[in-house]
């Protein structure tokens, strides 16, 4: 395509552009994150899975923009997710810049022009255009993708280090409030009994439904639907289509095992007897190259044995879980819901959204703690997650978990994150215990603002 050109591309291209300029904003739950959402001279990548809110984020981003007084037609958004725009090219992109330039050429070297990029993964060689878009324009550059790889492979390489990346889970817990109307309360710790009993009910919920923000309001039946559509979807578009996946038999079978048996320890090596005791040929580095892929499209999550020894990481069993627990009630293998599994998966999910690196603890006794999270500013936490602590043989045994725990890893704080504290008895002094939706709220970050 050329300046002078009059494809159906570029006319398409510019009429999207032209659109971007004038449709209202569409309004939407305030998400939040941890730490800066943008840093000067870097294109921001907006990661997660599909339909997780990632496109929502781009808009209030320019949106509070617009709050700050810059005017819309710095703004410009594209959705590159259009079968309208196959065979688009980094080329194409260039032109477009172009275009802009020649629509708004007053601004072009005297005011930041944001550009809003939506599954940008789409053009090939996108790469290129957004490291020359960085170099010659005076611009900020928001990118999205529902891969991983968007980040970690392409961006770090491409990129040569001038990308920053922004996670976007399914709602937290307090971002389910808030798209609830339901009042977040100053001091979730201090509360009237109607009050922590209407915010231990509306945790409950959370857990059970999730957040992902369409399936909100649903009823059970249509939810579980619209979720393992959802699923589908992601095995397709960013499993199947993008690694040119042929043994989709055997990623299905790896799908329904991992969310069906959410927290569970999964070992390749004995998924591969499994698959080969029903007769599906698949190898062990084929196995391991669909996890990758898997955790790549956000769809799982994966938490390696705490060990300085890479190859105490590599053999051991890792922790599996769901990107969300709404998924849970979808896949689950048992009847009914299972509190423990919910709890510890959105424990995991809320972790990440904070920021911190994850493992979990086999001590030389054989006990287990569900997590050590070391935090962004070098603190390290043991936290034990268990719904019911009103057994006593349950809670001696979490509590032997983290007192050995320990003395493994000194220095650490321990928590017993649990959904009521009411039952958990005498706890030794050191550990702290947390009612989960205190916990979650505790943990919430400001708005967030642009750099």
Known sequence: MTPGS??????????????????????ATRRRVHGAVALPGKATAVVGMRRSGKTTFLHQLRRERLERGIARERLPYLDFEDERLEGITAADLTVLVDEYYRRFPALRGRETVTWCLDEIQEVPGWERFVRRLLDSEKVEVFLSGSSAALLSREIATSLRGRAWEVLILPFSFEEYLRHHGITIPNQPSFLPAP??????????????????????????????RLLNDYVDVALLRDVVERYDVTNVASLRWLVR??????????????????????????SRDTLH???????????????????????????NPRKAYPVDPG????????????????LETAVRAELERRGARLSYVRTREGYEVDFLARTPSGDANLIQVCADPGDPATLDREIRALLAAAGEHPGAGLELVTLSIGGAGDVPPRIVVRQAAEWFLAGSPSPAEPA
């Open 289 to 315: 190259e669909l996890l990758g892929h898997l955790e790549d499209a956000f769809l799982v999550r994966t938490v390696s044995v705490a060990s300085a020894s890479e190859r105490r990481r590599m053999v």
């Open 257 to 282: 095992h991992l969310l069906g048996n959410p927290a569970g320890l999964f070992s390749v090596e004995k998924f591969h007897a499994a698959l080969r005791s029903q007769g599906l040929a698949v």
């Open 195 to 224: 009050e922590r009993s209407a915010l231990e009910r509306a945790f409950l919920d959370y857990l059970t439904v999730g957040g992902f923000p369409e399936a909100q309001e649903l009823d059970p039946a249509t939810r579980h």
């Open 327 to 342: 998924l849970i009630p979808v896949f689950g293998l048992t009847a009914g819901p299972n509190l423990g599994h919910s």
């Open 6 to 27: 009059t494809s159906p591309l570029r006319a398409w291209l510019v009429q999207k552009l032209a659109d971007s300029l004038t449709t209202p904003l569409p309004e």
